[in-house]
């Protein structure tokens, strides 16, 4: 018995068309259709290389959504990405402040960055 991968990670939020733009314009990402939560208005998925990863749903009701940059328990979430220079270049491009970590002893540069909900996001970079 094992785990995988990360399946995908639920951003509920108010700035709904924000973050998916954020994410189609900084990472790459398409957004698409969600096959959970019928009839949902502000209910997509956002997809890499055709693999759905960010379910982001607006709130419903009278709903409420924790305010912007609150910390929770969730603290950040990691990608495994390739192309670190492209990377540096894009967000760089694109005005999105970033902090680079290089990990010692693991191989790994980090490039620390926020969305626009202040959720914490890991592109990671691992040296051959």
């Not at 009701?61 to 390739?82: N, P, Q, T, W, Y």
């Not at 680079?100 to 490039?111: C, S």
Request: overall charge negative; charged content about 20%.
């Amino acid at each position: 018995m094992r785990i995988l991968k990360i399946d995908h990670i639920n951003i509920r939020t108010p700035l709904f068309e924000e973050t998916l733009r954020f994410y189609e314009d900084c990472l790459g990402m398409q957004r698409g259709p969600a096959g959970s939560v019928h009839g949902r208005p502000q209910n997509l998925w956002l997809y890499a290389d055709g693999v759905p990863m960010i379910h982001v749903n607006g709130p419903t009701g009278d709903e409420v959504v924790a305010d912007i940059g609150v910390k929770s328990r969730l603290d950040h979430f990691a990608l495994s990405c390739a192309g670190l220079a492209q990377w540096r270049a894009h967000l760089t491009a694109q005005g999105v402040a970033f902090r680079e970590a290089r990990l010692q002893g693991r191989e790994v540069t980090q490039l620390n960055l926020l969305d626009p909900n202040g959720v914490k996001i890991e592109l990671q970079f691992a040296e051959i």
